[in-house]
């Protein structure tokens, strides 16, 4: 059974820096391509980042370039979102999600249950 468990969310100020991650397991992780995603409320869910199975291939929605970074580490079945420079518009419920590099979340086939991040201004 594949499990993506999100850690790390919590309440921030506008300014500040939160490190997701999400712990994989049930999947042969290096084969899979690793996208992070985040919901508003009222509003779809959105593409944030994605990376593939070498870190080869990284990309970043224009909202978030230069201000954030997604990582893995294959040894541990790990993604991370390291989100600096947080502004009260990243407020969203954050998913990690595993499948093919892709900005589209049909192309991802398994997803975790989500973590609250809140900015405050």
């Known amino acids: 059974q594949v499990q993506l468990v999100e850690s790390g969310g919590g309440l921030v100020q506008a300014g500040g820096s939160l490190r997701l991650s999400c712990a994989a397991s049930g999947l042969t992780f290096s084969s899979y391509a690793m996208g992070w995603f985040r919901q508003a409320p009222g509003k779809e869910r959105d593409f944030v980042a994605s990376?593939?199975?070498?870190?080869?291939?990284?990309y970043y929605a224009s909202s978030v370039k230069g201000r954030f970074t997604i990582s893995r580490d294959n040894a541990k079945n790990t993604v991370s979102l390291q989100m600096n420079s947080l502004k009260p518009e990243d407020t969203a419920v954050y998913y990690c999600?595993?499948?093919?590099?892709?900005?589209?979340?049909?192309?991802?086939?398994?997803w975790g249950q989500g973590t609250q991040v809140t900015v405050s201004s």
């Open positions: 990376i593939n199975w070498d870190a080869g291939r990284i």
């Open positions: 999600a595993a499948g093919s590099t892709s900005t589209m979340m049909s192309r991802y086939n398994y």
